[in-house]
């Protein structure tokens, strides 16, 4: 099977009609039904809703990691063609996870047998951008991550961890990064200094970055909102 | 009990099994082979003891030791019985005189006092069931003789003899009848002479053995001997002397019996592995369950339950593919000489495997939920000194030939235990190293998964090792034990014709004739005769012992009058070692008082199940008088076809090519083996399981790593480099370990099992050719865990 992406013309993040729903027991339960949206490049996108409304569903149909049901999700990378990720077939979805998307979770987003720096080298290794290692550590210094280079997940903190996240999930420079509630496990102090570096970063970094939060300052710190339990 | 709250438990415990059907297959599996192996065992052995229990004479059913003394007469009889019914020989319940000879036609008479037999309801008397008044009026004594069918007459001297059972014929064994004492006094003259005592001996350890046979058979073999009765001026020996082929199977099925347990040691190895997997993954819910107020032991005991609910239906399965294991086996040891009844699976079988079945359930299980929710770790001092005692038992197992095969086998668990639970703690102790290694990613981090996370791999490739290791053992024994026995064949077939005359006569004609035949280059004659030697019976061969016959028994001089050379088996059974003197006692009716021998050589005899004494044919004859009977024949030919095709067609002559008797000896032997070869299959089938579940199950309990990487765009081909890193690490530490073991293993198998087990002893001569197969097979064992490990994927359940 061939694994280049097939593409489209067409620009930014477009989602259109979008359906996705699971089997739950016998009866099929619609997590995102019609759901169409445009996002520009490099914006912010909070992503808002109750549990169980389908943002992290969403998060994952953008990442290629589920297949929609009906609808189009179509990504354009910067300064590439445009990529219809609701085609995608598995291998080339992968591919597309690797090249152009960077995820920030909400718990466990360090490969716990990795230090800090393999964890972070991880996405470039896989891409062959070893040569970004340096712009990728001076990131890591700016998160205030210098001093932990050579420690694994295990002896951080859960705030150092999504700073070491964030600097993973921007490494090798991916056009959309994607954060499941990426604050939603730390205390006030570390929420804002978390969300103030990945926004900040991501903004750097040029990175269209949709945030899935309960958080509704966070929220008002996007550029665009989009709430799903409003979605008709 | 809270019995709805674990009925709801229990429920979701087998919805949790449900949910992991590759593992709970593999477990599933795994029990089945493990009672499968001892059911199979179990049944052989069975089968086996059945057929020697037909083989053995009939005068010696239920009797435990044999009494002699020299010049054994009536009245030392009449004189031990009176010392028993005063009540000095309590533990003695039963008492029989015996008498037995050889006729002078070479038909071996055996008399025993059946009114004796019948006060102690000894079952020899079941077979005289014929004997009554009227058949004695009649004038025709009852005889039970191999191969004759009942109300035959048979006519010795002036003696009339009337059939009254049939037992099976025995090939290459002196023809028996077995007749009350009187008669046997009759035929063979001097009333007044006895050659033994035989009684049963009541004690608590012969009878605790007598049941440990019923449920695990040929287990006595392995156990000490168990006290012989105090007679004072008697010898008194085991009984096992008399029938030694009895001795023999017992010790083949001790050894089947252990290595049949191996796959029960392993699927329990397995299913602990997989329960500890089963229960990290687990582990958040059950603890959730806990804060919410459940006891923890309400949890196990759910946690426990699901697996014996998992076990019964596994341990069916065993039992019912265990009857066609023992046949498979049965027929791959016999091949198309298989006249062995298969007994179906009794009472006494289906509760040693469901107990089997259930214990690795409860065991494996339990274990796995201990350590899991253990509050402290096990105080070091404790492993310390579980690891001292084990150590202690090893070495006493093996130093103290008292502790017999038992010793041995204890020795053996020891060992395999110590060795298969050190790959936790060595993982451990790479760990630091791991994690300053440097290399591709995906190998750093399939290193450091394995020395991070031992306690989800480790047992599973302890496993691995034991199954290899094992297998390694019993193939390097093998081939030691066969290099031997090839070499035996090829230094005691050298003549290339050999004539066996039934009825014992007319052998040195017929060699005179042959030896005029212008194809022949050497006939020689030889022949047997049962004897005792300190009370043990005896086969003496006796032959012109030339330099080159001698060789044929490893020694290098011809025999000369008074010299003897003995079988292994009989040297290690009398004590008696190179140098020493032997006392033969000859026959009464020959007049001939015993004659001193001196032992000037040992020879093996593989599979022989009696002694055997060598001796000149000068040194027979004053033993045994002239003439002597000889009906063996033993022809050297370079045109031994010319001479075959010219023997054809002689009645009552049995002939063989030295060859053909070489290429059937080798035939035999490999498929005795592949019994074995088939049990070590089994284990390693299911420590392969133990690997699959391992490594399955690890992808599945690092689910969020897993998805992470998902995440990150890894491909299935980094998760294959690194599951294959994972599987290969484990595999070469499994093979580490099991290389070294195997060896050992292989070692006490031939200095230490096979001479406490058969009397025998075999050369360790290690090679290559016995390791490779089960390397290969742990190799692709390895691999396809490996690729298992990368194919598997956890479900992926995005929270909404």
């Given at each position: 099977m061939s694994t280049e992406l097939p593409t489209v013309n067409r620009t930014a993040v477009e989602v259109s009609s979008l359906g996705k729903r699971y089997r739950d027991g016998t009866q099929d339960r619609v997590v995102l039904h019609e759901l169409s949206f445009v996002a520009p490049a490099g914006a912010v996108v909070a992503v808002c809703g109750p549990s169980g409304v389908g943002k992290s569903s969403l998060l994952n149909l953008l990442a290629g990691l589920l297949a929609p049901d009906s609808g189009q999700i179509v990504v354009t990378p910067q300064g590439g063609a445009a990529i219809a990720v609701h085609e995608l077939a598995p291998a080339q979805a992968t591919l597309y996870r690797r090249r152009h998307v960077g995820y920030v979770f909400q718990f466990f987003n360090l490969v716990p047998t990795l230090t800090v720096a393999e964890n972070v080298r991880l996405p470039l290794v896989l891409n062959g951008l070893e040569s970004q290692w340096p712009i990728a550590c001076e990131r890591l210094l700016a998160l205030g991550m210098g001093s932990h280079l050579e420690s694994f997940p295990e002896t951080l903190s859960g705030g150092e961890r999504q700073r070491v996240a964030i600097a993973r999930a921007l490494a090798h420079s991916p056009s959309l990064v994607l954060a499941d509630e990426p604050t939603g496990n730390l205390d006030a102090m570390n929420t804002r200094r978390v969300a103030d570096l990945l926004f900040a970063q991501a903004r750097a970094a040029g990175a269209t970055l949709f945030i899935a939060t309960h958080d509704a300052v966070l929220a008002a710190a996007a550029d665009m909102r989009l709430d799903l339990d409003q979605v008709p | 009990m809270n019995i709805a709250g674990l009925r709801l438990l229990l429920r979701s415990s087998l919805r949790f099994l449900r949910s992991a059907p590759g593992s709970t297959l593999s477990v599933f599996c795994g029990v089945a082979i493990g009672v499968l192996s001892i059911t199979g065992v179990h049944l052989l052995g069975e089968s086996v003891g059945q057929a020697f229990d037909g083989m053995r004479p009939p005068h010696l059913g239920e009797i435990t030791h044999v009494l002699t003394r020299s010049d054994l007469t009536t009245n030392d009889y009449a004189q031990l019985r009176a010392r028993w019914r005063l009540g000095?020989?309590?533990?003695?319940?039963a008492m029989i005189p015996l008498r037995e000879g050889v006729l002078k036609d070479g038909v071996r008479m055996v008399g025993i006092d059946w009114i004796a037999a019948l006060e102690a309801r000894l079952p020899v008397v079941m077979l005289f069931g014929g004997i009554n008044g009227s058949s004695r009026n009649a004038g025709d004594d009852p005889v039970i003789v191999e191969g004759e069918w009942p109300e035959e007459v048979i006519r010795i001297d002036d003696v009339q003899l009337r059939v009254v059972h049939r037992l099976p014929g025995r090939v290459d064994q002196p023809r028996t009848f077995y007749v009350d004492m009187g008669t046997a006094a009759r035929l063979l003259?001097?009333?007044?002479?006895?050659d033994a005592v035989l009684v049963r001996h009541r004690s608590v350890a012969a009878s605790g053995a007598e049941f440990l046979e019923s449920v695990m058979p040929g287990i006595s073999a392995g156990l000490p001997v168990a006290p012989a009765p105090e007679v004072d001026g008697w010898q008194v020996h085991a009984v096992d002397g008399e029938a030694p082929g009895q001795g023999l199977a017992k010790a083949v099925l001790f050894n089947l019996g252990a290595l049949g347990s191996l796959s029960l040691l392993v699927s329990l190895l397995l299913m602990y592995q997989t329960a500890v997997i089963w229960l990290r993954r687990q582990k958040v819910i059950l603890a959730a369950l806990h804060d919410l107020g459940v006891d923890r032991w309400l949890l196990g005991v759910s946690f426990v339950a699901a697996l014996l609910l998992l076990g019964v239906p596994a341990t069916a399965l065993g039992v019912f593919a265990g009857d066609g294991l023992a046949s498979l086996l049965l027929a791959s040891a016999l091949g198309d000489n298989m006249s062995v009844i298969m007994p179906q699976p009794g009472a006494a079988v289906i509760l040693k495997a469901a107990i089997a079945g259930a214990g690795v359930c409860v065991a494996g299980g339990g274990l796995a939920w201990w350590r899991e929710w253990r509050?402290?770790?096990?105080p070091s001092a404790w492993v310390r000194l579980s690891v001292a005692v084990m150590v202690v038992i090893a070495v006493i197992g093996l130093a103290w030939p008292s502790a017999g095969l038992i010793g041995v086998f204890a020795s053996i668990l020891c060992i395999c235990l110590l060795a298969g639970f050190s790959v936790t703690p060595l993982l451990r102790g790479w760990r630091s190293r791991a994690n300053r290694m440097g290399g591709p990613v995906w190998l750093r981090m399939g290193v450091r998964e394995v020395t991070w996370f031992p306690d989800d791999l480790s047992i599973a490739c302890a496993a691995l090792a034991l199954a290899v290791a094992v297998s390694i053992g019993v193939g390097v024994m093998v081939d030691s034990f066969r290099r031997e026995f090839s070499e035996l064949l090829d230094s005691r077939l050298v003549n290339d014709v050999y004539l066996s005359i039934s009825g014992g006569s007319g052998a040195q004609e017929l060699a005179g004739t042959i030896g005029s035949w212008p194809e022949t280059s050497r006939v020689t004659v030889s022949g047997q005769r049962a004897s005792r030697l300190g009370g043990i019976p005896v086969l003496v061969g006796y032959t012109d012992f030339t330099a080159a016959e001698s060789s044929r028994y490893g020694y290098s001089r011809s025999l000369a009058k008074g010299e003897a050379l003995i079988s292994e088996t009989l040297a290690r059974a009398a004590n008696l070692r190179v140098g020493q003197t032997l006392q033969i006692d000859s026959e009464s009716e020959l007049e001939i008082a015993g004659r001193v021998l001196s032992v000037v050589g040992l020879f093996k005899g593989y599979g022989e199940l009696g002694f055997r004494i060598m001796v000149d044919t000068d040194t027979a004859s004053t033993l045994f008088g002239s003439p002597l009977q000889f009906d063996r024949v033993s022809i050297d030919s370079r045109k031994s076809s010319v001479v075959l095709s010219r023997l054809e067609g002689l009645t009552g002559v049995r002939v063989s090519s030295g060859r053909t008797m070489r290429q059937d000896a080798l035939e035999t032997f490999d498929r005795t083996f592949a019994i074995t070869d088939a049990l070590t299959w089994l284990a390693m089938l299911v420590s392969s399981g133990a690997m699959f579940n391992a490594l399955t199950g690890f992808r599945l309990s690092q689910q969020t790593t897993g998805r992470l990487l998902d995440t990150l765009g890894v491909d299935f081909g980094w998760n294959l480099r690194t599951s294959m890193v994972r599987a290969g690490m484990l595999g070469m530490i499994a093979l580490g370990i099991a290389l070294p073991l195997g060896l050992w293993l292989g070692w006490v198998l031939c200095e230490y099992v096979n001479p406490r087990a058969f009397g025998w002893s075999i050369g360790f001569s290690p090679s290559v050719q016995p390791l490779l197969l089960p390397v290969l097979l742990a190799g692709l064992a390895t691999v396809a865990a490996g690729f298992a490990g990368a194919v598997v994927r956890p479900p992926f359940r995005p929270r909404g």
């Open positions: - | 000095e020989l309590s533990s003695i319940d003259g001097d009333d007044k002479r006895l509050q402290l770790p096990l």
